[in-house]
């Protein structure tokens, strides 16, 4: 399941996923690919 994934965030919400990525351990794209995983996951049920 490799798919490439673009896509833009403004400013103010690129420092909100930063932050909490780092509350998280995670590195911003770290964070961006869980989010992602989450939402395919709340797509299928």
């Not at 673009?6 to 989010?35: A, C, P, Q, S, W």
């Amino acid at each position: 399941m490799n798919k490439k994934i673009t896509f833009k965030i403004d400013e103010e919400h690129f420092e909100g996923i930063k932050e909490k990525g780092n509350e998280l351990g995670m590195t911003m794209g770290g964070y961006v690919r869980y989010l992602v995983l989450k939402s395919s996951e709340m797509q299928q049920n």
